[in-house]
């Protein structure tokens, strides 16, 4: 049996997806946020109960051919702010630059650095006092809190200086002593030279590396117990993948999202979709993305939290709200997120000590949810626990009733996710919506309302839909240094150094010199602004770029996984569906019976009008009134707004 497995680790869930060639499987289990190998074995565990019908996970291993994994766990820390305290060491010569960092996100800049900034005088790093003057630094730092340090210079020789104080501390602070500090040095991480790019990329990488370090290695070394045929691989936001030792930390913020991206263009393509936004809501976040003329926004300067890095990034915007976040009332008005209660404890009416509420507990009150079917039917829900959640938090603080208060939840939701959109996307007359993620779809026809969009599809695959869209990527290793030299001699020089390491870590994939494919470019920073000029193979270097400022050399190694799809699916309505059952329904009106449909009864052309409630193992779906869903010929559900 021939098959690959594809995990996508939200906050709340970890999403399973197991690619066979005769078809697609799905599973979930809960997020174990205190040891993420713990959810990742379930995970495999629950996969082989689906191959084989009984737990297998030796066999598993045997037989898959790869697993690839992604992660929500960096978009969820940099959100919440949860991670490590950062020390910024910074040449003497730039202290304007904190506060320039700062301005950029004064927020994320006060959670990760604060005050914790140390100067160092680069000049004299030769001088018999160096020594002296990094302890101190990095002393000073230390003893207010920082447990991981950033080594950050700017200008001509900025590598040169950062490996002077790498040797410094390396002699003061030896790495087998308890008491070393975690040090990142810019320079090891990016060749940019943009003074707040650079300094940013470093402490968002230094902020994200340690629990994602801590558990992949882990991961990693446990399916190496099992001899598993080739390495984990990790997806990144540039739409690639590459193993373990060969992934930069900050490349995995939003690579859960950046998964589901990559499903919405594909899906855009079958159905002939020109422009598509899309909503994943998971546990802690709704990520928002939009695919236009079959392509994905990607700068070759991504962004984080709004923030410029040295990376290219997938486009995604991040709000904190999803189906953990906490709802709360401030100054009279329902507050959701960042905050959220993820696995652990997780949702009051998962019986596991919550005490917040969320849109899952109030989604439960509401009637929206079959406690004995949920998830499954493998986690019953408590009613009297997301009531007790709701009356404190939201209910009483508003002086409403309970329902009301639920009313009022979802119509918050739809609106936070709706404005979001709004900021972040570009919404046109034939603009689809696509909402996947284990909670896109249940408010989703809600926040299109209130968005202006009047079509809205739900992926079969929704529950899953990043695990699913990874499945689709590249093995890749991207290098670019600086050139200094503007001559043929220079650019050979640094274009053999980086082939040579390219052949190194693509063998080190499992893959032999030749069955893969290498691109190199030359980026240019001029007064125009940035010139791109790809090279040919052999190619000496180009006369029209001898004057620019800055030259960076960019090479790519590529190893081709992808499989197109040239299908067209057609959505066509041929029988009105029949309810599986009806279940009461919080509505404005009141308690309403509404017809339910199970997505697994339905077959293609089966269709249904709202008011009505769509359910599947792992995800359910409020239609309201006024939208007709149809399920097309490969088992998704479009919903399109009546006239």
């Known amino acids: 049996m021939a098959f690959q497995i594809n995990i996508d680790n939200g906050g709340t869930l ?12 799905k599973t979930k289990v809960l997020t174990t946020p205190y040891d993420l190998s713990k959810c990742f074995f379930e995970g ?31 978009t969820n820390a940099i959100c919440e702010r949860k991670g490590p305290k950062l020390g910024l060491v910074l040449d003497s010569g730039a202290t304007a630059l904190p506060a320039a960092l700062e301005a950029l996100d004064p927020e994320v800049f006060r959670a990760l650095v604060g005050g914790r900034v140390g100067y160092v005088d680069t000049a004299t790093l030769d001088d018999a006092a160096a ?158 993305g939009q695919c236009t003329e079959g392509k994905v926004t990607e700068t070759r300067r991504g962004h984080v939290e709004g ?13 904190g709200a999803g189906g953990s976040s906490v709802f709360k009332v401030v100054d009279g008005k329902i507050v959701i997120g960042p905050e959220s209660v993820g696995a652990l404890p997780g949702p ?49 603080p508003l002086g409403v009733d309970v329902e009301t208060a639920v009313l009022m939840m979802a119509d918050a939701f739809e609106a936070k996710v709706a ?11 034939d603009t689809v ?71 190194r870590d693509m063998y080190a994939e499992g893959f032999e010199p030749g069955s893969y494919s290498v691109l190199a470019q030359l980026v240019a920073q001029g007064a125009a602004g940035e010139t791109t000029l790809p090279l040919a193979e052999g190619a000496g270097f180009p006369a029209e770029l001898a004057g620019a400022a800055e ?27 029949k309810a599986s059952a009806n279940r009461k329904v919080l509505t404005e009106a009141g308690r309403v019976a509404l017809p339910v449909y199970s997505l697994g009864a339905m077959a293609a052309g089966d269709w249904a009008e709202g008011p009505a409630i769509l359910e599947e193992d792992f995800f359910t779906a409020r239609i309201p009134a006024g939208w007709l869903m149809t399920v097309s010929e490969a088992g998704d559900v479009i919903l399109d707004r009546e006239e």
């Not at 959109?421 to 046109?428: E, P």
């Open 348 to 396: 009051a009416c998962f019986g596991r000590g919550g005490k917040e509420a969320t849109i899952t507990d109030a989604s439960l009150l509401a009637g929206l949810f079959d406690p004995a079917s949920y998830f499954g039917g493998g986690m019953g829900l408590d009613m009297a626990r997301a009531e007790a959640a709701v009356k404190a938090n939201i209910a009483d």
């Open 433 to 503: 919506m696509m909402a996947f993620g284990g909670a896109g779809p249940l408010l989703a026809c809600g926040v299109a309302d209130k968005a202006g969009i009047r079509r809205v599809a739900m992926p079969a695959m929704a529950a899953v839909f990043s695990a699913y869209g990874i499945g689709s990527c590249d093995v890749s290793q991207r290098y670019v240094v600086s050139l200094d030299g503007r001559d043929d001699a220079s650019l050979k020089t640094a274009l053999d150094a980086l082939t040579t390491k390219a052949a």
């Open 419 to 429: 404005e979001e959109l709004h900021r972040f996307t570009k919404i046109a007359l």
């Open 551 to 577: 030259l960076e050399l960019e090479l790519v190694a590529v190893k081709s996984l992808r499989r197109g799809d040239a299908r067209h699916v057609a959505i066509t309505r041929k029988t009105q569906a």
């Open 14 to 25: 970890t999403d399973v997806c197991i690619m066979l060639d005769e078809g697609i499987r």
């Open 131 to 288: 020594e002296v003057e990094v302890v101190k630094v990095i002393n000073q730092l230390t003893a207010q809190g920082a447990n991981r340090l950033v080594i950050c210079f700017g200008g001509e020789g900025a590598h040169v200086f950062e490996d002077k104080v790498k040797k410094i501390a390396l002699r003061k602070y030896p790495r087998h002593l308890l008491g070393a500090v975690p040090v990142l040095y810019a320079s090891d991480l990016t060749a940019d030279r943009d003074p707040a790019r650079r300094a940013w990329s470093a402490l968002i990488n230094s902020f994200l590396h340690p629990s994602m370090e801590a558990f992949l290695y882990q991961a990693e070394n446990r399916l190496r117990d099992f001899r598993t045929k080739n390495p984990l691989l990790i997806f990144r936001n540039d739409g690639d993948a590459s193993r373990v030792a060969k992934t930069v930390a900050i490349k995995t913020y939003s690579s859960g999202p950046r998964g589901g991206m990559e499903g919405v263009k594909a899906f855009s393509a079958l159905y002939g979709f020109r422009d598509a936004v899309s909503i994943d809501v998971g546990g802690t976040t709704t990520d928002i």
């Open 307 to 319: 923030i410029a890095v040295s990376f290219p990034l997938c486009e995604i915007s991040s709000a």
């Open 44 to 74: 495999l565990g629950k996969a082989s109960e689906v191959l084989y019908g009984a737990t297998d996970v030796k066999r598993l291993l045997e037989e898959v051919e790869l697993i690839r994994y992604s992660t929500t766990q960096g």
